[in-house]
């Protein structure tokens, strides 16, 4: 059994990192070219073996947690940023039971009650915040969707104490934390830099003013509701113990930082390819009238009214098959593992790497793949059948790893967020085009190119476009 073949590359410790770092779709899909779906390569003195295709896919993330280690390569990095004890600063097994505390919280009921709550944001968004006066102007697609998904998110999801502070002293906590998340903190986490030592301050309140919120709560200042923080003060471990509140503190932490940068990169994407289709906006905005307003004037939107918008449903689903702001996922190998139907084997000294981005753009599973074409699902026969969770058991393990579209990933450290990402996103976009038109600043049907240089990629900044407003 052989190495899988290595990339070549001229500085020793550097390796690849500047063509990984630059456009790392592009260093993937060259290589491919050259290897095939599996080769090394050498990333600031570690070695990544990269394995694409479905079979790649397959491989990590579905591999035994025996066999592969996502914290020991995630952990440095979040674990400044998230707090101790949760996620990826703990046995695998107890990320799976805050898994599943996380998914009691996303009850069909709280997702009901979440839809008048982003609504209600985007509308306050839209009159307050100063960007769509008037009748027609432009606008900073990226800054504004990621401060109304901020915003939706934090109503929504956080509840109303968390959403009160984020318009002040929360916000810059927050971006103080976000400035943790550089790729040089895969290597050098705890390096006393002032981006740092701003990220440990940034932690150190936001916990505070979690820790602050619950211990008000449990002493009775406030209504029990269906946001995150009320369902994690109710859950319980398998062993009977209740979620330390530092905990909650930390796992709250998390979710606003995992839902952000992914969530906010695909409603940026969403508005600037609307911007780039106007017709496809037009029959967004023709869905909601022929199919919720029955002829009259359209209403508050409801949960149930989301079923009825399969385009809708569809510009949500297309942009993550093109836009995956997550390009690498990333395991450590514990032990040499043969990799099956090849003369392989993956030693322990290797990180391995999947990326979902790579088959969800292969001209063999989606023709003319690079095009943004939300259409294209309405004839697929795997259309309503890509990768769902499956209910039930210890271990979230999704059935359909074998497919080309995963955009939250699959196995056991798949997203929990897949659901209330769909509702967030598909509110914002709804509401938004209710009041808008959008178009591209030179009427062309462009959309910027993709900026990797942060560890989550979005569009290059800034990505203006122009709003028309439907009507006085
Ligand atoms: C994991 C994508 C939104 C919470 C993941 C993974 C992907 C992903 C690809 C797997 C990472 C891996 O295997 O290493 C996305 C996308 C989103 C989104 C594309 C939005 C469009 C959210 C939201 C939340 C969230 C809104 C929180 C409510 C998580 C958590 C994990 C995760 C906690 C867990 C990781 C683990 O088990 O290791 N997400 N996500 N995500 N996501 Fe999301």
């Avoid at 944001?121 to 960007?131: C, L, M, N, P, T």
């Avoid at 989606?366 to 969770?389: C, I, L, M, Q, T």
Wanted: charged content about 25%; some cysteine.
């Amino acid at each position: 059994k052989s190495e899988p073949p290595a990339v070549f590359h001229w500085l020793p410790v550097v390796g690849n990192a500047v063509s990984y770092g630059t456009d790392p779709y592009k260093f993937f899909t060259e290589n491919r070219e050259k290897f095939g779906d599996i080769f090394t390569f050498v990333l600031l003195g570690k070695k990544i073996t990269c394995y694409f295709g479905l079979d790649g896919n397959e491989f990590i993330l579905n591999g035994k947690q025996s066999d592969l280690n996502a914290e020991e390569i995630y952990g440095p990095l979040t674990t400044p940023v998230f707090g101790s004890d949760i996620v990826y600063d703990c046995p695998n097994s107890k990320l799976m039971e805050q898994k599943k505390f996380v998914k009691f919280g996303l009850t069909q009921r709280a997702l009901e009650d979440h839809v008048p709550r982003i609504e209600g944001e985007v509308f306050d968004y839209i009159k307050g915040s100063g960007v769509f006066r008037g009748e027609s102007g432009t606008f900073d697609v990226s800054k504004t969707l990621s401060e109304i998904t901020i915003f939706t998110a934090g109503r929504a999801l956080q509840g109303d104490e968390v959403r009160a502070k984020l318009t002040n002293e929360f916000a810059s906590l927050y971006h103080d934390l976000d400035m943790g998340f550089q790729p040089a903190n895969f290597m050098l986490p705890w390096a006393p830099l002032p981006y740092n030592r701003r990220r440990d301050a940034a932690h150190a309140k936001m916990r505070g003013i979690y820790l602050d919120i619950i211990k008000k709560r449990r002493d009775g200042g406030s209504e029990e509701r269906s946001d995150m923080i009320w369902n994690l003060m109710n859950c319980q471990y398998k062993d009977g113990r209740p979620i330390p509140d530092k905990e909650i503190a930390h796992m709250m932490i998390c979710l606003l930082m995992a839902g952000q940068h992914t969530s906010s990169s695909a409603s940026s994407w969403m508005i600037l390819h609307l911007a780039s289709r106007p017709d496809i906006t037009e029959e967004l905005y023709e869905e909601q009238v022929q199919n919720l307003a029955g002829g009259g004037r359209l209403g508050p939107l409801q949960y149930g009214d989301l079923d009825k918008l399969p385009l809708l449903r569809n510009v949500v689903k297309e942009t993550l098959r093109v836009h995956s702001s997550i390009h690498s996922v990333m395991r450590k190998v514990r032990k040499p593992i043969p990799v099956p139907g090849t003369s392989f084997v993956v030693q322990a000294d290797k990180v391995l790497l999947a990326s979902p981005l790579v088959t969800a753009l292969d001209e063999e599973f989606f023709p003319n793949a690079k095009h943004w074409d939300p259409h294209r699902w309405e004839s697929r026969a795997d259309k309503d059948g890509e990768d769902e969770e499956e209910e039930g058991g210890d271990v979230p393990i999704s059935k359909g790893s074998r497919s080309p579209y995963l955009p939250f990933g699959a196995g056991r450290h798949r997203c929990i967020g897949e659901k209330f990402a769909y509702l967030n996103l598909s509110v914002i976009v709804a509401t938004m085009v209710r009041e808008f038109r959008f178009y591209t600043l030179d009427g062309k049907k462009t959309v910027p190119r993709t900026d990797y240089t942060s560890l989550f990629s979005r569009p290059v900044q800034p990505a203006m476009a122009r709003w028309e407003r439907r009507y006085s």
